[in-house]
């Protein structure tokens, strides 16, 4: 175990020395802080609702978005949403809670798709480039075995991608307060659902959108890995792993007249369908049967990456 510990420590110190890792997180918090000064000037979102007079403003805000309705029909869509909610909050007497830090991170979780993106690189990277720089000879004379040290790290690759998605949490929060101020521990707000609009815990919904996220998170990270051991390519590891990740539900909607289409990974890899019980679109599918598909990819992945790297003949490298 101490081994293992020590293999892995090696791994986040090669990984966080590169200024590459932390462009990555640079990438992140410029991104983090633009979405947010854009949201302020063009959304210019209300933060705080008078305790007095909230109706009078939401009514305010109606009428203001149904005069820029007669405009034209481009955001007539958009408008008739915010009406909506805003007529919920009336009809059922709940004073809104304002925009706030929580909500602003519940509104990033589309930035997972970078995260995913990023830790592509680093899983396509974080072998092949072992072989690519003839380091994997240190790496093998060592009383270590491979199954160890491929274990270090692929556990390396996860945890750079848990930290960065906690990273992105904790950034969006912050962000989120000193452009927005706080909105309270756990504030509420309507959402329009499948069934209609509810009134939810933005905590909730923040967790459950970054928690199926983490999911094809961990899936495309775990497919990169395996190109990256299979083939000691970095660069056909992250071109294959980003094509697949962008282009995955085109496959899966261009084959979808077809009854095996549903053992595609990409067809399950968003369990966010079944959120509240719903069903999937795809006939035949259920919860259950997405998260066999998965686990059953997750294993040959692991399994082929085992067995290209533990007997691999690196002689010649």
Do not use: C
Request: aromatic content about 16%; hydrophobic content about 50%.
């Amino acid at each position: 175990m101490g081994n293992f510990l020590k293999l892995l420590y090696n791994e986040q110190i090669k990984l966080f020395v590169r200024k590459s890792t932390w462009i990555m997180y640079g990438i992140l918090i410029l991104l983090t802080i633009g979405i947010a000064a854009l949201t302020l000037i063009f959304d210019k979102p209300t933060t705080s609702y008078d305790a007095e007079n909230w109706k009078t403003e939401l009514q305010a805000e109606n009428a203001a978005l149904e005069e820029q309705n007669k405009d034209g029909e481009f955001i007539e869509s958009f408008n008739n949403s915010i009406i909506a909610k805003n007529e919920y909050y009336l009809d059922n007497d709940i004073k809104p809670e304002g925009y706030g830090a929580l909500q602003f991170t519940m509104d990033n979780a589309p930035l997972l798709s970078l995260i995913s993106l990023f830790t592509i690189i680093v899983a396509a990277g974080i072998v092949a480039s072992e072989f690519r720089m003839g380091t994997v000879k240190l790496l093998l004379i060592r009383p270590i075995s491979r199954s160890k040290i491929l274990l270090s790290k692929y556990v390396s690759v996860i945890f750079f991608a848990f930290m960065t998605l906690i990273f992105l949490l904790v950034l969006s929060y912050i962000i989120g307060a000193i452009f927005f101020g706080f909105d309270g521990i756990n504030p509420y707000l309507v959402m329009e659902k499948e069934t209609g609009l509810d009134y939810v815990s933005i905590l909730g919904e923040t967790i459950s959108s970054y928690g199926y996220g983490l999911v094809n998170l961990v899936m495309m990270a775990t497919f990169a890995f395996m190109i990256s051991s299979v083939f000691r390519n970095s660069s056909l590891a992250i071109g294959i792993a980003i094509f697949l990740m962008f282009a995955g539900n085109s496959i899966v909607g261009f084959f979808s007249n077809y009854s095996w289409v549903k053992y595609i990974l990409f067809a399950n890899t968003n369990l966010e369908l079944y959120s509240n019980g719903n069903s999937h679109w795809i006939d035949g599918m259920s919860l259950g049967f997405s998260i066999t598909i998965l686990l059953i990819y997750y294993v040959i992945f692991l399994v082929l990456s085992w067995v290209f790297f533990t007997k691999r003949d690196v002689a010649g490298h």
